[in-house]
């Protein structure tokens, strides 16, 4: 697999942004952290840019969106950029993730009712869970599908819930019905029995386990360890016509991280600050600080290797969207794939 070179045309540290007012997109989660953090600490300001954070509904509202320019970016699933270059779910919009914005953060969450009836629980090994879980469907509901909800079509949180599950051989097609929903609607699906159980990222999982709602019985930590799972997406056709604002973005996060990483105070600040109205607000009330590398979930969102996107850090995500295209009598273009996660970007902002 070849990197695409840099182009010529790539900004230096000291170009001026090409625009000074942006609207990026993000849904309440904790990894939305760094753009929250970029802008309540000033580090967008620092370089030249005032943001705007839109929390957005749904995924496939924050996508389209994207697509349409009506946001000049957003806080992305990982997999959303190459999902969207090829078309799957909308129309083709070549899609780019030019830094990485967490590694881990999801967990598996079942019902107290159905963890406790099947025996199902958080060890070092999530093969354990399933198979309980998978012991017990079979035992007393073999006809009965598990209602389990990932949050989007094309994610590592559907991709970890299919691979959790098939672990002790459950069929996602014949022993679950997946669905789709919000992040943010997880808890309250789960309280009212509309679901079985989710895979979505924090607070979420920690948020159902605090109100008794939910038993985390694994992490996408444990099955994909380090995995990529938020990204900064842009448009290609935006990131070539305002190269010198993409790299301020790309450089304000980078201090972002930075400043997250420099002492436990300035998680504690961040809790804070996503605990505002406008972000997470209430979602956050039961953690103490901002959970970073703490087990079992093990979520990173600092480290120049953690922002720093590379195709190959996708391979986990990227084989289920290539036996997808298959299926459909298609295959994933490696140049797609390398093109979408390219660290040109990233390269040319944070050096000199």
Same mark, same amino acid.
């Given at each position: 697999?070849t990197t695409?070179?840099? =182009?010529?045309? !790539?900004?230096h540290? !000291?170009?001026?942004?090409?625009?000074?007012r942006?609207t990026?997109?993000?849904?309440? &989660?904790?990894?939305?952290?760094?753009?929250? @953090?970029?802008?309540?600490?000033?580090?967008?300001?620092?370089?030249?840019?005032?943001?705007?954070?839109?929390?957005?509904?749904?995924?496939?509202?924050?996508?389209?969106?994207?697509?349409?320019?009506?946001?000049?970016?957003?806080?992305?699933?990982?997999?959303?950029?190459?999902?969207?270059?090829?078309?799957?779910g909308?129309?083709?919009?070549?899609? *780019?993730?030019?830094?990485?914005?967490?590694r881990?953060?999801?967990? &598996?969450?079942?019902?107290?009712?159905?963890?406790?009836?099947?025996?199902?629980?958080?060890?070092?090994?999530?093969?354990?869970?399933?198979?309980?879980?998978?012991?017990?469907?079979?035992?007393?509901?073999?006809?009965?599908?598990?209602?389990l909800?990932?949050?989007?079509?094309? !994610?590592?949180?559907?991709?970890?819930l299919?691979?959790w599950?098939?672990?002790?051989?459950?069929?996602?097609?014949?022993?679950?019905?997946?669905?789709?929903?919000?992040?943010?609607?997880?808890?309250?699906? *789960?309280?009212?029995?509309?679901? #079985?159980?989710?895979?979505?990222?924090?607070?979420?999982?920690?948020?159902?386990? $605090?109100?008794?709602?939910?038993?985390?019985?694994?992490?996408?930590?444990q099955?994909?360890? #380090?995995?990529?799972?938020?990204? &900064?997406?842009?448009?290609?056709s935006?990131?070539?016509r305002? =190269?010198a604002?993409?790299?301020?973005l790309?450089?304000?996060?980078?201090?972002?991280?930075?400043?997250?990483?420099?002492?436990p105070?300035?998680c504690?600040?961040?809790?804070?600050?996503?605990? &505002?109205?406008?972000?997470?607000?209430?979602?956050?009330? $039961?953690?103490?600080?901002?959970?970073?590398?703490?087990?079992? @979930?093990?979520?990173?969102?600092?480290?120049?290797?953690?922002?720093?996107?590379?195709?190959?850090?996708?391979?986990?995500?990227?084989?289920?969207?290539?036996?997808?295209?298959?299926?459909?009598?298609?295959?994933?273009?490696?140049?797609t794939l390398?093109?979408?996660?390219?660290p040109?970007?990233?390269?040319?902002?944070t050096?000199?």
């Amino acid at each position: 697999m070849t990197t695409p070179s840099l =182009p010529e045309s !790539s900004p230096h540290q !000291s170009s001026t942004p090409e625009l000074a007012r942006l609207t990026l997109g993000f849904i309440p &989660l904790l990894d939305a952290a760094l753009p929250v @953090i970029a802008r309540e600490r000033g580090f967008f300001a620092e370089q030249g840019l005032d943001v705007s954070l839109s929390r957005e509904n749904a995924w496939s509202t924050l996508r389209d969106k994207v697509a349409a320019g009506l946001l000049d970016g957003a806080h992305m699933l990982a997999p959303m950029p190459l999902a969207m270059s090829l078309g799957l779910g909308r129309a083709p919009c070549d899609t *780019l993730a030019p830094i990485t914005l967490s590694r881990n953060g999801n967990t &598996l969450t079942l019902s107290p009712a159905l963890a406790d009836a099947s025996g199902a629980c958080l060890t070092e090994n999530p093969a354990a869970s399933a198979r309980a879980l998978g012991d017990w469907q079979r035992r007393t509901s073999p006809g009965r599908p598990l209602r389990l909800a990932m949050v989007y079509p094309f !994610s590592c949180q559907h991709y970890l819930l299919r691979e959790w599950l098939a672990l002790d051989g459950l069929d996602p097609e014949r022993d679950a019905t997946l669905v789709a929903l919000p992040p943010q609607r997880m808890v309250d699906a *789960l309280k009212t029995g509309e679901i #079985d159980g989710f895979c979505a990222g924090e607070p979420w999982g920690s948020l159902a386990r $605090h109100q008794d709602i939910g038993r985390i019985v694994a992490t996408g930590h444990q099955l994909w360890p #380090d995995h990529p799972e938020k990204v &900064l997406g842009v448009t290609r056709s935006w990131a070539n016509r305002y =190269p010198a604002t993409l790299a301020a973005l790309i450089r304000a996060l980078t201090s972002a991280a930075d400043w997250l990483a420099a002492s436990p105070e300035h998680c504690l600040q961040a809790r804070h600050w996503l605990a &505002l109205p406008p972000y997470l607000d209430r979602a956050v009330s $039961h953690l103490p600080t901002l959970p970073l590398n703490a087990p079992p @979930i093990q979520q990173r969102l600092t480290g120049l290797t953690m922002l720093r996107p590379d195709a190959i850090s996708t391979a986990r995500f990227a084989e289920p969207i290539d036996r997808h295209m298959k299926d459909d009598g298609r295959c994933l273009d490696q140049n797609t794939l390398a093109a979408c996660y390219s660290p040109v970007h990233f390269d040319a902002a944070t050096h000199p």
